[in-house]
């Protein structure tokens, strides 16, 4: 017999579902966002207590603090017993999801019962005709609540509604294109960015190769050059720590090799260049996670904070085959299907480029001089549905090419040829080679 997770609240429901969502995000960032995905918002609740706690848990997580009751005392001392009462009342609960939208129902509820309440009493006041106009307007308030309710109307979709949108961003293409810039982010890589269009918002993008292909360096020359453009950059690693990373960023701005600086075989002027490197790195809008314990959940979680603070327009992850999602599978295809899809969510639900690097099956091994296909991408599951554009990097007659497999806005099925230099960790184009 399965037990649920769902204790349904006694005495008052409403007041103590509001309870128990604020003391379940008391101390737990992770349910916090839970709730602010779920859409609930401070006006929401209908005890004034319980929404002050948790407009200070929005507060204190804005500015990246502890949500612990001790962070609460020091941010509002009058709130401590509110705030303690409400983490006594978690004990009883697990699924905070449920009890947020317990709450949501509650605030539509009662802002039904208002409006039906005020058009009743206006039905009942207006007998003649010469009023259907009052109440034809108070009958088109109800309508609008009920739109608010579930987010928008119809019309919202029509293709007028959004056209003018539309004319705005063909403009703007237009003079980027006439300028040379790509309306994405850009690659650092001008025959890709114009193949492309650079890494735009809502899109997934994937990174493939072999072991010891240097997918990674590649990834990190790609948010060099968002970040130096300006653009907010998370990179996930799993692989590596964020010293490591940063030790291949520093390597690509100096030209200095990778090795040296790990070792600490630099001549004083070399000190010099790292250190000029490592403080222009300093500065770029780049964050680094490596302590996320490569759980999907929980790598998401940080993209939506920091994409909520705004601190954050594109992520890169390192890679997909060692992320791992919550629950079981029947197999690893189905695991990185899990993974591919969310991350494709993701990308659509903040606007933003997510770019996921992938492994090469064991079976492209078989014939290495020809070009990798999207069938070759390791575990692929939904990967080939669910990218919006794949690349592969791949070697033949001693040149390495990034193959663009899959573009779905352009072209696709050829090859750039690079320099691919690892031991500075720097990627270029070889001229106009392209095939």
């Known amino acids: 017999m399965q037990v649920s997770n769902i204790v349904e609240p006694l005495n008052d429901p409403k007041l103590l579902s509001e309870q128990i969502v604020v003391g379940m995000c008391v101390g737990d960032q992770k349910n916090l966002e839970r709730c602010l995905t ?6 929401h609740f209908v005890d004034g207590g319980s929404a002050r706690v948790f407009m200070t848990l929005l507060d204190l997580d804005r500015k990246s603090l502890s949500l612990d009751l001790m962070a609460i005392l020091a941010h509002s001392p009058d709130l401590i017993l509110v705030a303690q009462d409400c983490e006594d009342k978690r004990s009883i ?35 003649s005709s010469d009023d259907i106009d009052q109440l034809l307007a108070a009958k088109a308030e109800l309508a609008g609540l009920c739109e608010q309710e579930i987010g928008s109307s119809d019309d919202d979709s029509s293709v007028a509604s959004m056209y ?96 040296k600086i790990k070792a600490g075989n ?105 070009p990798p296909t999207m069938r070759n991408l390791k575990d692929s599951g939904s990967l080939e549905q669910d990218a919006d554009s794949a690349y592969a990097i791949w070697r033949s007659d001693g040149m390495t090419f990034l193959r663009i497999m899959k573009n779905r806005e352009g072209m696709s099925d050829f090859d750039i040829a690079v320099n691919a230099d690892n031991e500075i960790n720097r990627w270029t184009e070889l001229g106009e080679t392209c095939r």
């Open 164 to 259: 003018n949108e539309w004319e705005s961003y063909l403009e703007q293409r237009v003079v980027d294109f006439r300028n040379g810039k790509a309306p994405g982010f850009p690659t650092g890589l001008k025959r890709l960015d114009l193949a492309t269009c650079g890494f735009c918002p809502s899109a997934l993008y994937i990174l493939a190769a072999r072991p010891a292909m240097g997918k990674t360096t590649l990834a990190l020359n790609f948010s060099y050059e968002v970040a130096k453009a300006g653009h907010k950059v998370g990179f996930f690693t799993i692989e590596m720590d964020a010293k490591q990373v940063l030790n291949k960023l520093v390597s690509r701005d100096a030209g200095l090799s990778g090795s």
């Open 93 to 127: 609960a697990q699924n905070v999801e449920y009890y947020a939208e317990q709450v949501k129902r509650g605030y539509w509820c009662r802002e039904h019962a208002m409006r039906f309440s005020r058009f009743a009493s206006q039905c009942a006041a207006h007998d």
């Open 38 to 43: 779920a859409g609930l918002r401070p006006e």
């Open 266 to 370: 630099l001549s004083d002027d070399d000190v010099g260049k790292v250190l000029t490197s490592g403080a222009r790195i300093r500065d770029m809008p780049l964050y680094i996670f490596d302590r996320f314990g490569g759980r999907l959940e929980s790598m998401i979680t940080i993209i939506r904070r920091m994409h909520r603070k705004k601190k954050l327009d594109m992520a890169v992850v390192d890679y997909i085959q060692l992320l791992s999602p919550d629950g079981r599978f029947e197999n690893k295809n189905a695991e990185v299907g899990k993974i591919s899809k969310a991350l494709k969510s993701l990308a659509q639900e903040l606007k933003i480029p997510i770019l996921a690097l992938s492994q090469i099956n064991r079976e492209y091994e078989k014939n290495p001089d020809a």
